[in-house]
């Protein structure tokens, strides 16, 4: 991880394609994420990616594995069997404290991808994920409010932008911040 984390991709994908080989299948996830990201001197490729987040699947049936999956499918987004992909998997998740698959099905209900748009599922889908401490959905969650309530969701809106802004300083790779 420390490859990883200093910016060596090329290292980091080496050393977790050589883990995979040996069956460490949670570095199939890892595999998958430095396509899905590159940088590094990796090409961001979301099909490898894909591919790699499948194995893991097949291999380990791994959580992680299923919410990196959908995101990688509504990164891809080229037809509505990716977005139906990327439902189903984050649904697989809905029974786990998965916070970031919580905050999947919030914005696809909040924008209408592949489900039909419902503010209040979205609404309840944030709040459970911001429940579980994800600050983008507590975000969403107040911008949503808004709506109803400009005064309430106006002061919400302004607290999650203050503590996101705190966390992202510190790691903007922080899992609260997005669907990782």
């Not at 050589?18 to 979301?46: F, H, M, P, Q, W």
């Not at 991808?113 to 459970?128: E, G, H, L, N």
Request: aromatic share 14%; glycine share 10%.
């Amino acid at each position: 991880m420390n490859r990883f984390n200093s910016g060596d991709f090329s290292g980091a994908l080496f050393i977790f394609k050589r883990l995979a080989k040996e069956g460490c299948s949670t570095a199939l996830v890892e595999v998958g994420n430095i396509y899905e990201l590159g940088g590094g001197g990796i090409e961001k490729d979301v099909d490898k990616a894909i591919q790699w987040y499948n194995y893991s699947i097949e291999s380990l049936d791994d959580p992680k594995a299923h919410l990196c999956l959908a995101r990688a499918y509504l990164q891809r987004g080229k037809t509505d069997d990716d977005y139906r992909r990327a439902y189903e998997h984050l649904s697989l998740l809905e029974d786990s404290e998965e916070m970031g698959a919580f905050y999947g099905l919030g914005l696809m209900y909040a924008h209408g991808i592949w489900v039909p748009k419902d503010v209040s599922t979205a609404m309840k889908y944030y709040r459970k994920a911001y429940g579980l401490g994800h600050l983008m959905a507590f975000r969403n969650f107040a911008f949503l409010t808004m709506k109803f309530n400009p005064i309430k969701g106006g002061i919400l809106w302004l607290k999650s932008c203050l503590k996101i802004t705190r966390v992202a300083s510190k790691n903007p790779y922080d899992p609260r911040l997005g669907m990782h």
